[in-house]
């Protein structure tokens, strides 16, 4: 199987040179960047990020405080 690594590699990175240089390729990519830009930021990922960042802040400060004792 490893002597198929190159050859497949070369295959892939061939495909996606013609996925770049092809002018139907190129609308492709424009739509899917497009969809990309047009969806809206997952706010509520950062809350919970914030809660969780909380718990172990405190976590932290209740075994500081176990340890110095």
């Known amino acids: 199987m490893r002597k198929w690594y190159v050859p497949l590699t070369m295959l ?3 495909g996606l040179g013609l996925l770049f240089v092809t002018e139907r390729g190129q609308q492709v990519v424009h739509a899917l960047l497009d969809t990309l830009a047009d969806e809206p930021p997952q706010n509520e990922f950062e809350p919970r990020v ?3 960042l909380a718990q172990i802040e405190t976590a ?3 075994i500081e405080a176990q340890l110095v004792r």
């Open 60 to 62: 932290l400060h209740e």
């Open 50 to 52: 914030d809660r969780e």
């Open 12 to 14: 892939g990175l061939g």
